[in-house]
């Protein structure tokens, strides 16, 4: 029997949408496509809240969250960039297809960032439904996506090392780390 999932308690939403779909996890959009604001997770209180502004000329370029009952050496659930043509909104749960990370060490701490895309929808074509991995995606657009996530941060007074894309096989060995953490964090 599946227990309800009440929406403030993001800790509760499973990793895995289901057990059929391959490289497919459940994300929790914080900042939407377009926003010069950074939202994140206040765990505390089970809500989103204002973190920052981006420095003046920054917007987010894809929506931006985090996948459930994840860990990551930050001590923060794993971050993931969900490319989508339309932004989401704030606390809107996503169903994501894992194509890669961003290797970064941020401040000497590792810090990698997940890049998914929508699931493929009959009804309507998407940029990227022709991505499977991340080395699928044009290298203007990764070299931008890299850009950003390193600019971003420094701008914020963060030491950044770029270490570069892993594939979607090589993100989800990650991605299973970050479970064992949040387990182990939560017994």
Known sequence: MK????????ERIPT???????????AVIETAKGSPHKYALKSDYGIIALKEVLAEGLHWPYD???????????GDPLDLL??????NFSGCLVEARVLGSIKLKKNGI???RFIGAPLRMP?????????DDISDLPRHELDAIC??????????GNVVELIGPLQAAQAMKSLREGIKKFKKSNK
């Open 16 to 26: 895995f949408p289901g057990k059929d779909q391959d490289c497919v996890v459940h």
């Open 147 to 156: 850009k950003f996530l390193v600019e971003y941060s420094e701008r914020e």
């Open 123 to 131: 009804a309507r074509k998407q940029s990227t439904d022709n991505y």
């Open 3 to 10: 227990k309800n999932v009440n929406a403030t308690h993001y």
């Open 82 to 87: 969900f490319l989508t043509d339309d932004a």
């Open 110 to 112: 590792e810090n990698d």
């Open 64 to 74: 931006y969250g985090f996948i459930p009952q994840t860990l990551g050496d930050d």
